[in-house]
Structures are given as structure tokens and as C-alpha cells.
């Protein structure tokens, strides 16, 4: 935890985090872009996503907290300095002055979900927008990817994989209370909502 927090309280900066993307834009800069691992899936928008929650994913695969082999290869060779930089650069990267998700959801979810949403008390870690989390290394997911965000949400009920899973207590806690298609479900409302995440695409020949 000390070390986790040491790298949150380093100041990134998004113009030095610019010249340390290029292992990042090959995936994350690409509209469309699908991994094949650990099933297909789109890979997640970091663009607009919270800086604090940047450094505490990539802190996650650094310690092996998230198991995704390239992910992990990533992390280990960005120094503390380095991952607040990214972070920086990402968490304002395509964000437009003046703009923000709306404070309440604007679609309304269905009888199903609303009620899987409040079995698993979703809003109240993620906020009533899912887009203003109430810590900052919790991460925005309104307009997140739906298959990215089955796959993430299925790897918190993984065990015993040395190659895919998530250890984190209160999201192993939420997870494991569902079936796969009631993640699948929920996946897809969040997906359905107006959020900041976004792809900006960017040339790998800068």
C-alpha cells in the first residue's frame, strides 16, 4: 500500500506522458481494436479516464493483482514517474473544456438490471453517472466498452489462473454474487450510458 501510494501522490505530466505512450497507442488509440485475450474482446477507452485510477491499474499489474501477461510486461518497465505521466497525459487526452457526463443516468435502466444494480450497490462506488466515482483510483465506467467490461467483471470471479484474474476484495465481493449473464447485463447497461471514455485515435508513426 505504501508504495501505491508514493506513486499516487507523484505529479505526472501530460506533456512528458505524451512521448512515453507508444506501447499504449498500438491497442488503446485504435477505434475498434479487439484483444484476443483471454477471449475477444474490445480493449478499454483510457482517454478521459481518471489519472489516480490509471496509476492504480497499472500498480495492479505490476504486483500481479491483475493477471494479464502483456498488460503486466507494461507495467514493470514504467517507473512511478512513468505511470503518472501516462496517467496524466490520458486523463486529459481528448477531454473538451467545459464538457461533463450528465450528473444522473439518461437511460433508464430495465426491471433486471435495475434491480441487479442495486443488489450489487453499484452507484455507490461508481456514482449516479458512473462517471464520478467517489475515489479517484475507482474508475469512470459510463460508456465503457460492453465486452471489455464482461471480461474485466468475470475476471474478479476468477481463481487459481495464473494468467487472468483480479484481486481486489470488494469487487471479488460484487462479482461472485452474479451469474455471467447477469454481468453480461449489467456489461451492457453501463455501456448504454453518456460518459468521457473515448478512443482518440493517434498514428504509431509520430
Known amino acids: 500500500m ?28 485504435i477505434v475498434g481494436y479487439q484483444a484476443s485475450f483471454p477471449e475477444v474482446h474490445k480493449v478499454p477507452k483510457i482517454s478521459g479516464q481518471g489519472a489516480k485510477y490509471i496509476i492504480s491499474a497499472l ?18 518497465s514504467l517507473s512511478d514517474q512513468d505511470m503518472a505521466d501516462v496517467a ?19 437511460v433508464a435502466p430495465n426491471e433486471q438490471v ?10 455507490s462506488c461508481h456514482g449516479d453517472n458512473f462517471s464520478k466515482p467517489i475515489d479517484p483510483t475507482y474508475p469512470k465506467i ?13 475476471s474478479y470471479k476468477t481463481e487459481g489462473n495464473p494468467l487472468v484474474g483480479r484481486s481486489n476484495a470488494i469487487m471479488g ?28 485515435p493517434q498514428s504509431r508513426f509520430r
Open 2 to 29: 505504501a508504495a501505491v501510494s508514493s506513486a499516487q501522490d507523484i505529479v505526472g505530466d501530460a506533456k512528458a506522458g505524451h512521448a512515453k505512450v507508444d506501447m499504449c497507442i498500438g491497442c488503446h488509440s
Open 173 to 200: 465481493g460484487v462479482a461472485k454474487q452474479f451469474s455471467n449473464a447477469e454481468l453480461k447485463a449489467l456489461a451492457g447497461y453501463v455501456h448504454s450510458l453518456d460518459g468521457e471514455l473515448k478512443v482518440v
Open 88 to 106: 496524466a497525459y490520458y486523463s486529459t487526452n481528448g477531454v473538451v473544456a467545459g464538457a461533463a457526463a450528465p450528473a444522473k443516468v439518461t
Open 114 to 123: 435495475a434491480g441487479l444494480l442495486t443488489k450489487g450497490a453499484c452507484m
Open 142 to 154: 459510463a460508456g465503457q466498452h460492453a465486452d471489455y467490461l464482461f471480461v474485466a467483471l468475470k
Open 59 to 76: 500498480n495492479a499489474y505490476k504486483k500481479g493483482d491483475r493477471k494479464h501477461p502483456t498488460m503486466r510486461g507494461i507495467a514493470d
